[in-house]
């Protein structure tokens, strides 16, 4: 049991610090969302898989590049309202207590704050593979 434990607080760290750079890197560009990391934690019964949970705020007005992830992505909007659309879907509004599902290999296209003056929150849940990014840009 203690070296389950001590594994899952080495691979939290890691997530962590890669994450906090990740952070860093957006802090100097503020058109990118702030992703801050809450946990990471392999599946046992999905090996090769972890669970990522990550606030991703939104300044107002804010919005993130059009993007995809190889797992499936739940988000629960926490704070303000976000308007998101995947590939195929019209795009919605969510509010506070809301969420929406993006599949594997989905493509988002939008994911905005839709106020002005007040900022947005969503808490991602994600299944992806042990060494896939948490989001990758949409190729041209």
């Keep these: 049991m203690k070296t389950i434990l001590q594994t899952a607080l080495a691979s939290?760290?890691?997530?962590?610090?890669?994450?906090?750079s990740m952070n860093t890197a957006q802090a100097h560009d503020a058109a990118s969302e702030t992703i801050?990391?809450?946990?990471?934690?392999?599946?046992?019964?999905?090996?090769?898989?972890?669970?990522?949970?990550?606030?991703?705020?939104?300044?107002?007005?804010q919005a993130s590049e059009p993007h995809m992830h190889k797992g499936s992505?739940?988000?629960?909007?926490?704070?303000?309202?976000?308007?998101?659309?995947?590939?195929g879907s019209p795009a919605r509004t969510y509010g506070p207590g809301e969420a929406w599902y993006e599949p594997p290999g989905s493509r988002h296209l939008l994911a905005r704050n839709v106020s002005a003056t007040e900022p947005?929150?969503?808490?991602?849940?994600?299944?992806?593979?042990?060494?896939?990014?948490?989001?990758?840009?949409?190729?041209?």
């Design 12 to 20: 939290l760290a890691s997530l962590m610090i890669a994450l906090a």
């Design 36 to 61: 801050a990391p809450v946990m990471k934690q392999a599946i046992p019964e999905a090996p090769g898989k972890n669970v990522l949970i990550a606030t991703v705020t939104f300044a107002p007005g």
């Design 73 to 87: 992505v739940f988000a629960y909007v926490t704070q303000g309202h976000i308007e998101s659309q995947i590939e």
């Design 120 to 140: 947005a929150q969503i808490l991602v849940f994600a299944v992806a593979g042990e060494h896939d990014a948490i989001k990758q840009p949409i190729p041209h």
